[in-house]
């Protein structure tokens, strides 16, 4: 299976700052590799697909990139509505995975 | 707008079966893979089962594999989980997503595995 580890598990932040949320694969797996938003109480919301493919809909702000095992989501700008467990997961094989989340606090 | 409704949900005891369905509108169901995905109580995301356009492929994870049957009903534009043997660890959120990647999602529904 493909382990996918996210770091930091969580990440205090000032309002305004920019972000870079990190998820590793234990294999290659391209770009296939997409990243979801899940605020509290809520379903998990695609951010982005591909590794860096924009969604329609979601801020500019999110960006992503690479590929093969290092991935990076970015958030530009940060704003209280970010508050959030992000989640990146991987379609390169089976049995489909995800990483264990980040959670963005603010300070 | 796209919808995938969830239902069956409930309190289950361990060792029995529950069988959940998403009904899907808004979109070209019978164009999607489909699937399902669980969140145990303040845990992270868990895939647990997927299904071709046709039905005619599956895939699961060995967590589920041999006590979970996933199936579609294209005509209905439905998904449906049938899940047998619950054991504790089953308990958890259960959405409905299109696949892949994971789209479109339902609001959930609520399984507990307890006796």
């Known amino acids: 299976d493909i382990v996918l580890t996210q770091s930091p598990t969580t990440l205090s932040v000032t309002p305004g700052e920019t972000v870079s949320l990190s998820c590793r694969a234990s294999?290659?797996?391209?770009?296939?590799l997409h990243w979801y938003q899940q605020k509290t109480n809520e379903s998990p919301r695609l951010l982005i697909k591909?590794?860096?493919q924009s969604i329609s809909g979601i801020p500019s702000r999110f960006s992503a990139s690479g590929s093969g095992t290092d991935f990076t989501l970015n958030i530009n700008n940060v704003e209280f509505d970010d508050v959030s467990s992000y989640f990146c997961q991987q379609t390169q094989s089976w049995p489909r995975t995800f990483g264990g989340g980040t959670k963005l606090e603010l300070k | 707008e796209v919808q995938l409704v969830e239902s069956g949900g409930g309190l289950v005891q361990p060792g029995r079966s529950l069988k959940l369905s998403c009904a899907a509108s808004?979109?070209?169901?019978?164009?999607?893979?489909m699937a399902w995905v669980r969140q145990a109580p303040k845990k992270g995301l868990e895939w647990v089962a997927t299904i071709s356009t046709s039905g005619s492929r599956t895939y699961y994870p060995d967590s589920v594999k041999g006590r979970f049957t996933i199936s579609r009903d294209n005509a209905k534009s439905s998904l449906y989980l049938q899940m047998n043997s619950l054991k504790s660890e089953d308990t958890a959120t259960y959405y409905c997503?299109?696949?892949?990647?994971?789209?479109?999602w339902g609001q959930g529904t609520l399984v507990t595995v307890s006796s």
């Open positions: 591909y590794a860096s």
């Open positions: 808004g979109f070209t169901f019978s164009n999607y893979y």
């Open positions: 997503a299109s696949d892949p990647p994971f789209a479109y």
């Open positions: 294999h290659s797996i391209g770009t296939n």
